[in-house]
């Protein structure tokens, strides 16, 4: 069953057009890769899903679950089971490990007007025991401030906020290695598989194409705003697509 | 007099006035740190506070346009108690209104746009008041349990209606301090202040939490126009004479830094009382000079939050 449906997405920031029809489905279970280099447009799809401004998404549809998204606010576009790992991590420095994972749990109905609740056909909401054990490090650092944890450290922290929010059903991952080391980059991709295992659907954005087909169902490449390659990881590892990625 | 004496009469006088300021400080640092938005109409918030205050409590006579058309004196005189509880909450809710109709339109705008804006609907505030309630200065009538001298032994006399405003003060500190510190709307508002849109990547519809700060922080400029109104008298001009000091404070304590806020209006209740005593025409203009030494040393504040600007 189709989870996420892009269908002919324009996406603008202000007068410059960014995304210029992109097109993609992602069924329920899959872990697919949107490739590209820098500036093709990913972080933009990312966003317009998310429903965060800017970009405007002016023409195309975005559906989720059967539901069309295209212009809800953010917050609905959470409840409804798409949790975001944002590029760049953006954990809150001030806050504690503790009070960053607890970020997660306290949207209500109260502050809310809940469109629908996802169904929770993906994954059952983590809990923070699984959590921990999943990444160790951050339970030995529960109470420390975020802004003081490595890099590879509030990756982790930055993936684990977003899994513990209620009902995911749908995890988007933008350049979760970015800017990391190498050993750090291997038990972050570990952490991605292990999620995967457990049945969650994942859109996983990178510029790091080998890691990325490791983990990927299928893949697609994004250029200039545009899809230009959609297939299976051995497609994609077949195809000369030096073109459009960094290899 | 003895030396001791006059010296913690010296402190509870320089504790007041920074317990004044910092109720009104709060409200404007929060907001301009989590909101990002620079709000001198909050200063309308402590004049309406001290009106309100004598309208709840007493039965004034006003000028104005309410002795003309014979309503003078005006009022509930329901006592000074009843004032202190009822004027937070009426402030609260008029916070509210502030926050959906002239701040929500505002949040989006530059800087200089939201000060200008503000600071006239603050000037509107005040000539209305003038209009409305006549241009003389009004007291609070303050009971037998909120006015003379406490006798402290060793020490001597001080005044117990300075001492009351210092441990309120501190209570509503209190209260903000815990409310950020250990409920979800609090959590959410820490959050919301580094990054909102982070909360809303997390489900949270971040101006539900937003309001309700808005609001508590207008709660505590009415509860000041109150304390602030009984020790310095009421006029339509508290407001204005107020909310600049406030401003300072809240630059030189760092923006949207509730410690920094405090440290700051302490510095500058000091200040303020200390030249009182020997230069009273430039107490004001002390804390101005104040502002520009600890400037100068720390430029982004005391407690520096590091955002606003950016």
Redo the contacts between chains.
């Keep these: 069953m189709t989870l996420l449906e892009l269908d002919d997405v324009h996406a603008y920031y202000g007068a410059s057009h960014i995304l210029r029809g992109v097109s993609m489905a992602i069924d329920e279970g899959e872990v697919i890769s949107l490739l590209g280099r820098n500036g093709a447009g990913k972080t933009t799809t990312v966003r317009s899903i998310a429903g965060t401004e800017p970009p405007e998404v002016r023409s195309g549809t975005i559906h989720f679950d059967g539901d069309d998204i295209t212009d809800w606010p953010t917050d609905d576009v959470t409840q409804a089971g798409v949790g975001v790992v944002p590029e760049g991590r953006r954990l809150f420095t001030d806050l504690t490990v503790e009070e960053n994972l607890k970020m997660s749990k306290i949207a209500s109905a109260q502050w809310n007007t809940i469109r629908r609740r996802a169904t929770g056909s993906g994954s059952p909401t983590m809990g923070i025991d699984e959590l921990y054990e999943l990444f160790p490090r951050l339970e030995e650092r529960r109470s420390q401030k975020s802004g003081t944890l490595s890099g590879g450290e509030q990756q982790m922290l930055s993936i684990a906020r977003t899994l513990r929010l209620p009902d995911l059903d749908l995890l988007l991952l933008d350049e979760p290695t970015e800017g990391l080391a190498p050993q750090i980059i291997q038990s972050v991709s570990e952490s991605i598989r292990e999620i995967s295992d457990q049945g969650l659907t994942v859109l996983l954005i990178e510029q790091n194409v080998r890691e990325a087909l490791k983990l990927a169902d299928r893949g697609y490449v994004l250029d200039q705003g545009e899809m230009v390659y959609e297939g299976t990881v051995e497609e994609l590892e077949n195809e000369d697509l030096d073109e459009y990625l960094v290899v | 007099m003895s030396l001791v004496e006059s010296s913690v009469q010296f402190l509870f006088v320089a504790l007041s006035v920074a317990s004044v300021y910092l109720l009104v400080a709060l409200g404007l640092s929060i907001v301009f740190g989590s909101l990002q938005f620079v709000n001198m109409a909050h200063g309308a918030l402590y004049l309406i506070g001290a009106y309100v205050g004598l309208i709840v409590g007493f039965q004034v006579g006003f000028g104005g346009l309410i002795d003309r058309y014979g309503l003078a004196p005006l009022g509930l005189d329901l006592g000074f108690l009843a004032a202190l509880v009822v004027t937070p909450i009426v402030v609260f809710v008029g916070g509210i209104a502030m926050e959906r109709f002239l701040a929500k339109p505002l949040y989006d705008r530059p800087l200089l746009d939201q000060l200008l804006v503000t600071f006239g609907i603050l000037l509107i505030f005040q000539e209305g008041f003038n209009l409305v309630f006549g241009r003389t200065g009004f007291n609070y009538a303050r009971p037998d349990w909120a006015s003379g001298p406490i006798l402290i032994p060793a020490v001597g006399s001080v005044s117990r209606w300075r001492i009351y405003v210092v441990v309120l003060a501190l209570v509503f500190l209190a209260i903000l301090f815990a409310f950020y510190k250990y409920t ?1 709307y609090g ?2 508002v ?2 919301g202040t ?2 909102t ?10 101006g ?2 937003f309001l309700l700060i808005f609001a508590i922080g207008a709660a505590y400029a009415g509860l000041a126009g109150i304390l602030g109104g009984s020790l310095f008298g009421v006029n339509a001009g508290m407001g204005f004479s107020n909310i600049i000091p406030a401003l300072v404070i809240v630059i030189m304590g760092g923006v949207g830094s509730i410690k920094g806020t405090t440290v700051g209006a302490l510095l500058a209740g000091f200040v303020f009382a200390a030249v009182t005593q020997v230069w009273p025409s430039m107490a004001t203009a002390s804390i101005y000079a104040l502002a520009i030494v600890v400037l100068t040393i720390r430029p982004s504040g005391i407690y520096p939050t590091g955002r606003v600007g950016q």
Excluded: C, K, S, V
């Design positions: 979800d959590l959410a820490r959050a580094e990054d849109e982070m909360t809303e990547l997390l489900g949270i519809r971040i539900r939490p």
